[in-house]
């Protein structure tokens, strides 16, 4: 079954989607992530399908691409409303029969991969305006998550929060075992345009300028604190 996060940027659709995969019976192999929009146009077909020596120019020899790394595992297609045509047409060939072809080439493999999809994107939209395949949208939604936006979460923004400073503190050598009341009513004022990631990126700071196991709100960035 394919699963379908649908939110804003930066509003963790791949911890969901490593949430999933570690809670699924694939969870003893690796998980493959790929940002579809990151990848140019020209080279993604060979990023997820891989190519034949001579496929193209500069094809100098056999490219296994991640449909066939990731046979027996998950893949999360980050973006994938950011696709073009052709390998929309791909990888639904692939959902269905879990079957297709490297760039150049004849041979037909098989593989068994299961795909976990997400997208910033109104893909309803880009179905009726034509740039994204109905059949595929409706094959990769056959359960579908919408993410909110932080500014929404109310309650789940002090959870987060005490779960990235307990993360962050092991990545950053810290040892902050509390956060001030005030930090985390200036957080739940503030209304997150950069999701996820914003906070993220807000804890880290704070952790590298806090002095003591306290978070403070003095460690903040400025556009926290004025709001």
């Known amino acids: 079954m394919t699963v379908l996060l649908l939110g804003e940027s930066g509003t963790g659709k791949e911890l969901v989607a490593r ?11 690796p998980f493959l992530a790929v940002n579809c929009a990151a990848i140019p146009e020209t080279l993604l077909e060979s990023e997820l399908f891989g190519h034949e020596k001579g496929a193209f120019t500069g094809a100098d020899r056999l490219r296994i691409g991640k ?16 696709m073009t045509p052709l390998p929309q047409a791909k990888i639904l ?8 072809e490297r760039v150049g080439g004849n041979q037909t493999i098989a593989t068994d991969v299961r795909i976990i999809a997400a997208t910033h994107r109104n893909l309803e939209e880009a179905v009726a305006r ?23 979460r109310g309650a789940d923004l002090r959870a987060l929060t005490m779960h990235f ?11 902050v075992s ?4 005030e930090v985390h009513e200036l957080l739940e004022r ?3 345009p950069g999701n996820i990631r914003e906070l ?13 196991p306290v978070l403070t709100p003095e460690v903040l960035p400025e556009a926290i604190r004025s709001v």
Not at 67 to 82: C, K, P, W, Y
Not at 200 to 212: F, H, P, R, T, Y
């Open 19 to 29: 949430a999933i995969y570690h809670h699924s019976r694939r969870a003893q192999g």
């Open 67 to 82: 449909f066939e790394q990731a046979s027996g595992r998950t893949m999360f297609l980050d973006e994938i409303g950011d």
């Open 93 to 100: 060939r692939l959902l269905q029969e879990q079957k297709f």
């Open 130 to 152: 034509g740039q994204f395949r109905a059949d595929l949208f409706y094959r990769l939604s056959v359960f579908t998550l919408r993410l909110p936006a932080l500014r929404v």
């Open 165 to 175: 400073v307990r993360r962050f503190n092991a990545e950053l050598g810290k040892a």
């Open 178 to 181: 509390e956060v001030q009341p």
């Open 190 to 192: 503030y209304p997150w």
């Open 200 to 212: 993220q990126s807000v804890l880290k700071q704070g952790l590298l300028l806090a002095k003591g």
